[in-house]
């Protein structure tokens, strides 16, 4: 068995204020999709940010492909990360964003204008916001460019944080969908965190429902619904099934 490629063994981290996460155990092979749910300080984005080496672990260890997750941006580039928040910079303009890294890496302007056309096409950007900066577009629109960002150089590993936050019902399931393709077409290896549960099984088999920095459940949406591991599982399925939201019974 090749080693998982992404791995966390035992990882905690905590912020100077004493909040934080840990010990956490993951692992996440090669090509699969995970989500990551659960409430708001559960620990969502504190464990993209260890997948990614943004932030280094105080205890345990954060592996890549079994080795030690170096700092270095070679290794950074495997990643395509969506932050919470989008976290564009807003003197670029879209195009500039989302082309930073392929821009840095000297990519010639022929190759940058065609893959943004493509990315554009895949998150349905709409091509004349390319000229716009952050401020000048909605936050559905900010948030495509975040993806653009991510996918750009077409990384083995997508990190992404509430990707889909900000869209409306109708480009969020389009989107749903072309990610869902993505995903699986391109063999991407992906965590995704997302509030909504529906969402989180349609993108991903797998579910981890983190709570107060641990992971209370990992599995499938079935599992988390008629085998719930901890009560606040089964308050957390049972708030979406109120939505009439997947597992609602006849
Ligand atoms: N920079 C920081 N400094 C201090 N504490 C932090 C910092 N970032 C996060 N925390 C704390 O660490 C814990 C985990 O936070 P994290 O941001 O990972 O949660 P989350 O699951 O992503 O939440 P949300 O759904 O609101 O985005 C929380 O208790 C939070 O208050
Ligand atoms: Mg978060």
Do not use: C
């Amino acid at each position: 068995m090749p080693p998982p490629l992404l791995e966390l063994a035992a990882a905690v981290k905590r912020y100077g204020n004493g909040e934080g996460v840990g010990p956490l155990d993951l692992e996440v092979a090669a090509g699969e999709a995970v989500a990551l749910i659960g409430p708001s300080g559960g620990g969502k984005s504190t464990l993209l940010r260890l997948l990614l080496g943004l932030l280094a672990p105080d205890a345990g260890e954060v592996r890549l492909g079994g080795a030690p997750l170096a700092d270095d941006p070679a290794v950074r580039r495997r990643f395509g990360y969506v932050v919470q928040g989008g976290g564009l910079f807003p003197h670029l303009t879209a195009a500039g964003n989302a082309a930073l890294v392929a821009r840095h890496l000297g990519w010639d302007r022929g190759r940058i204008a065609g893959r943004l056309e493509e990315l554009a096409g895949l998150t349905r950007f709409p091509r004349d916001g390319l000229a716009r900066f952050p401020a000048e577009l909605s936050g559905g629109q900010a948030q495509r460019v975040s993806l653009m960002r991510a996918l750009f150089l077409d990384p083995e590993v997508l990190l992404l944080d509430e990707p889909l936050g900000a869209l409306d019902p109708i480009t969020r399931a389009e989107l749903q969908d072309d990610l869902r393709r993505a995903f699986r077409e391109l063999g991407k290896t992906v965590v995704l965190v997302t509030h909504d549960l529906a969402e989180a099984a349609y993108l991903a088999r797998r579910l981890v429902v983190l709570r107060g920095g641990r992971v209370l459940q990992d599995g499938t949406l079935r599992e988390l619904v008629e085998a719930p591991s901890d009560p606040f599982v089964s308050r957390f399925v049972r708030a979406h099934r109120a939505l009439g939201l997947p597992g609602e019974g006849a």
